[in-house]
């Protein structure tokens, strides 16, 4: 039993991750209907660059992931700028291989700093690596924060599209381009903000994961398992899309534990599949009918 | 205008300046050697090391005059893990760069792509880094390997440990690969040795993040020794969950582990790990001075400090020059061959095995040592085990 | 200026196949006969992969991010046979087989999904394909792979670059005849139909779910032969070859060469196998400082990427922006 709290808590904590992922993709596809491939290549940039200004530039934590996740939302809001508002209205593919070349792009550059290709890198945590104990659970550090940093983000992206004049403006976007640019909300800046404020999502999970699977070119590998969140969530629905990334990391967690060897690779797919069945409009859809 | 007559053009060129040489990759004053690298794959933390290591390798060798007089020169291909793409790139060195020999190409899937063809033009296949066999075994004229399969390795170290610690209940926790089946053979036939089986044995898929449950599992089987056949960020996962937990069990990890990233990521939670090491880290504290003005070199010259992949790099590197030297001013891949199948190397600057290579034996070492991570970093605690 | 329109301006197969001769004859003479053949046996084996695409996604809108999963059914498939005895020319049918039975699972969750949540069915279901390769190790070999050797014909080993090139291009010709007079018959109409409006399809009697699970099936078929060739030619399986990369890089292919017609197919094709080579032998031009940079080649791939993206949205032989 405690082996199984213990494995679930991992599981929750990776699965916030999954979770910020999809967000970002969910942000994104809703402002700009563009599936992005490169937002695991974006959290890998994220992780090298918060690297670089703490470690190479000697800024501290704090200021470092600050200044970082700025820098890279200005990356994500640039490259709308310059080259993704070129695929607006094309077929959906058109963003996903515009946004895979990006990536690729990105994962080439920074191959090309030889400190970055050589090795991993840790990015120190404030509060060491002592396991929070709860009776016998022992919860890593990293895991809380991972978990306590999805709440926070999720409840100020929350505020942020309730309280807000971007945010409301930005979800204006989402639903109904045509009738936000009647009452005159500037769309295409609004895009820009969408990229943005994605390609700044996936730093922040860049900088989470750092501390549990070190900063290193493979990082952004994560967005295999955060695309089916988005998927499952709905693709429209951000509470949708940080469950569904939670649910795929218990679900994969778990089935490690109970399932015969060689089980949970498959689990989590099989249940993606069995949760697309049970529910074609994705988990998002299921819970707004829940809640009627 | 089609874009083509330039690139014809551009082609033809180079083509010309190719050619002119009579065996291939060897003219009066150069020699080429071709290598299949992952710089931008999933290995490519291994292949820029090991890339880096041998250009500074040929790099010293030019300086100092070249080889009888020819310099050397590396031509990588980058196939990012895929076959298609090294199956591409080994024609490509084979044809049009003309290479004399193929030297350290990285990764199983592109060695056994590209092996057949290798060795088909004529050309030595020499030290690839891939754990199968089919390197070395059956004898080739044109094969040679330098690192036994994990297997080897691995055997001697299981039973090395189980005899000296008393374990009964040995497990194993591998990446479900080609690396981690090696290294389940060797564990079992080393096992098998002292009249155990393998406990308990789970895998994780490269790429995995979270090991909590495969650790938890291994717990619930009641391991009291545990195998890692994983990499540098899955070793340090599996002791940072299992020391998280309270669980300390001794754990053993292959020689994909011995890396000084693994304790200068894992921290204290690495603390006490045993690891497999063939050729030992080159740390910059306390190294002798032939090693840390190669460091120093290393880093100038590249930017980064070398780590064990760069050691090796240029130990292949060196290996090849040492035959190529041998086999005199007129090399041709006969006396190449021959020059190589006489090697015995001498101590390097790494501490690393000396190499035998025989006519009947292009396998160049069997023997691992045994490491232990005291005080943040890794430190041999026995001989070379047979 | 005016050559270009003049060239622009023949039918688009005579401009298409006297490219491609101009292209295959320069670059036969400037890299040397055997990597030149080899790389067009790869770009035939891709391009019918990229057919099956081309099927799917091009002609029946169906987004499938399964491919690498029908491919290695029909790689496996021959690999086994082949290795068992079994002729190639006997083990190829089968492999196609193998494949439009993969072809036939995949398109099942149809039945209930459409749009984004089927491309998930099938991406779950290449990785379950994957793992399944994995697991049932006494077959397949698992992780550790499985060695192919290269087929015979009547006794003649299809070994060396040139009959490995003949070979494919064969079967690239015999399978694009097929995909031709299929895109004309009603089975293609019905494809396009569903395509374009699912709703209106089914109001002038064409079963969509019909026409989607005949289109995995020519798909599925033709990425089994792709895949039985790519065996072949790399002589070496393993389940990590036949991950989501390659059903992306596949994808990407069709789209880049223009996914909605079949000569998009051997266009993409060039592109993904023959840029990247294209990219080394031009790299080698560089001094060495700027070649010996790690990471440059992917890169430069990336840029030629999305500079084409950006040029050609519709993807080579689709309409261009400006016309």
């Known amino acids: ?292 | 205008m089609f874009p083509f007559r330039h690139l014809a053009a551009a082609l033809l060129c180079t083509l010309s300046l190719g050619a002119g040489a009579q065996s291939p990759g060897v003219s009066r004053d150069e020699i080429r050697v071709g290598s299949i690298q992952d710089l931008s794959g999933p290995i490519a933390m291994l292949g820029s090391p090991v890339r880096d290591g041998m250009l500074l390798r040929f790099e010293d060798a030019n300086a100092a005059g070249g080889v009888h007089g020819r310099r050397l020169r590396l031509l990588v291909e980058d196939a990012g893990y895929d076959p298609k793409r090294a199956v591409l790139a080994a024609r490509k060195l084979i044809q049009r760069d003309r290479v004399f020999a193929f030297l350290a190409n990285l990764g199983t899937p592109v060695v056994m792509a590209t092996m057949p063809m290798v060795v088909e033009a004529g050309r030595p296949h020499l030290f690839p880094f891939s754990p199968h066999e089919s390197t070395y075994l059956p004898l080739h004229p044109l094969k040679f390997q330098m690192f036994a399969p994990y297997q080897d390795y691995m055997a001697a170290a299981t039973r090395h440990m189980v005899d000296s610690k008393g374990y009964t209940r040995s497990c194993l926790l591998y990446q479900d690969d080609d690396y981690g089946l090696e290294v389940m053979k060797g564990v079992e036939a080393g096992l098998q040795e002292v009249g155990q089986v393998l406990h308990e044995r789970t895998s994780y898929k490269r790429g995995a993040t979270d090991l909590s449950s495969q650790v938890a599992r291994l717990r619930a089987a009641g391991c009291d020794f545990v195998v890692l056949a994983t990499v540098v960020r899955e070793t340090v996962a599996a002791m940072a969950e299992a020391r998280k937990t309270g669980w300390n069990v001794d754990m053993l990890v292959t020689a994909s582990g011995y890396s000084a990233q693994t304790h200068e990521l894992g921290g204290a939670a690495v603390e006490g790990l045993y690891g497999v090491a063939v050729l030992p880290h080159p740390y910059a504290d306390g190294a002798s001075p032939a090693l840390a003005a190669w460091i120093e070199r290393y880093r100038a010259r590249f930017g980064a400090a070398p780590n064990v992949w760069s050691a090796m790099g240029y130990t292949v590197a060196d290996l090849f020059v040492q035959a190529a030297e041998r086999a005199g001013p007129e090399l041709s891949t006969a006396s190449f061959v021959a020059a190589l199948e006489n090697l015995h190397t001498d101590a390097d600057i790494f501490g690393g095995p000396r190499y035998r290579f025989s006519a009947h034996d292009h396998l160049g070492n069997r023997h691992g040592r045994l490491a232990q991570i005291r005080d943040g970093r890794w430190q041999l605690i026995s001989d070379y085990l047979h | 200026m005016k050559a270009v329109h003049a060239v622009l301006a023949l039918p688009a197969a005579l401009r298409n196949s006297a490219a491609a001769v101009l292209g295959i004859a320069t670059v036969l003479a400037a890299l040397g006969v055997d990597y030149a053949l080899a790389q067009l046996a790869m770009i035939a084996t891709f391009a019918i992969a990229g057919l099956g695409v081309v099927i799917i996604v091009g002609q029946a809108g169906q987004i499938s991010l399964g491919q690498g999963a029908l491919l290695a059914l029909g790689a496996y498939v021959q690999a086994l046979l082949v290795r068992h005895g079994v002729p190639a020319l006997l083990a190829l049918p089968l492999a196609v087989l193998a494949g439009m039975a993969g072809g036939w699972l995949a398109s099942l969750p149809a039945q209930r999904l459409g749009g984004l949540y089927f491309a998930m069915s099938t991406l779950a279901f290449a990785l379950i394909v994957e793992e399944v390769l994995v697991r049932w190790s006494t077959l397949t070999g698992g992780a550790a792979g499985l060695l192919v050797p290269p087929p015979s014909l009547f006794g003649w080993s299809v070994e060396s670059a040139a009959a490995q090139a003949v070979f494919s291009l064969a079967c690239l010709a015999l399978a694009w005849l097929a995909c031709h007079r299929l895109l004309d018959a009603s089975l293609g109409r019905a494809w396009r139909a569903v395509r374009e409006d699912e709703g209106a399809a089914a109001a002038s009697a064409i079963d969509p779910l019909r026409a989607k699970r005949s289109a995995f099936l020519c798909g599925g078929a033709l990425s089994g032969l792709a895949g039985a060739l790519y065996a072949h030619w790399i002589g070496f399986l393993s389940p990590e070859q036949f991950g989501l990369l390659l059903s992306f890089e596949l994808l990407m292919l069709a789209f880049i060469g223009g996914v909605r017609t079949l000569a998009g197919a051997w266009w993409g094709a060039l592109v993904i196998v023959a840029i990247p080579q294209a990219i080394a032998v031009l790299r080698d031009l560089l001094p060495a400082a700027v070649a010996h940079t790690a990471g440059l080649e992917a890169m430069l791939f990336g840029v030629v990427l999305v500079a084409m993206i950006l040029l050609r949205p519709q993807g080579l032989c689709g309409p261009s922006p400006g016309r």
Not at chain 1, 127 to 156: C, K, N, W, Y
Not at chain 1, 247 to 252: L, R, W
């Open chain 1, 1 to 292: 039993m405690l082996s199984f709290v213990q494995v679930l808590t991992s599981g929750i904590a990776i699965g916030c991750v999954y979770g910020l992922v999809a967000l970002s993709f969910v942000l994104i596809y809703k402002a700009t209907a563009a599936v992005s491939f490169m937002q695991g290549e974006v959290l890998m940039v994220g992780g090298f660059t918060v690297l670089a200004l703490n470690v190479g530039l000697g800024l501290p934590l704090l200021p470092a992931i600050l200044c970082g996740v700025v820098l890279v939302a200005t990356l994500g809001a640039g490259l709308e700028r310059s080259v993704l508002r070129r695929a607006l209205g094309q077929p959906h593919l058109t963003a996903v291989l515009l946004t895979f070349g990006l990536g690729l792009i990105m994962r080439g550059a920074v191959t090309t700093v030889p400190a970055a290709s050589h090795g991993m890198h840790r990015l120190a945590l404030p509060f060491g690596d002592e396991p929070l104990r709860l009776g016998a659970l022992a919860i890593a550090p990293q895991h809380l924060l991972v978990i306590v940093a999805t709440v926070a983000v999720a409840g100020a992206l929350s505020l942020f599209f309730r309280h807000t004049r971007a945010g409301l403006a930005l979800r204006a976007c989402s639903e109904n381009p045509q009738g936000a640019a009647l009452v005159g909300i500037p769309v295409a800046a609004m895009h820009t903000l969408a990229w943005g404020l994605g390609a700044a999502l996936a730093a922040i999970a860049g900088v989470l994961l750092a501390p549990i699977t070190f900063v290193h070119l493979g990082m952004g590998l994560i967005a295999l398992k955060a695309f089916p969140a988005a998927v499952l969530g709905g693709m429209t629905s951000l509470p949708g899309a940080l469950l569904a990334g939670i649910f795929i990391g218990v679900a994969e967690a778990l089935a490690g534990l109970l399932l015969p060897e060689g089980g949970k690779d498959v689990v989590p797919y099989a249940l993606l599949m069995a949760a697309l069945l049970l529910f074609p409009g994705g988990l998002g859809t299921a819970l707004r009918q829940l809640r009627r």
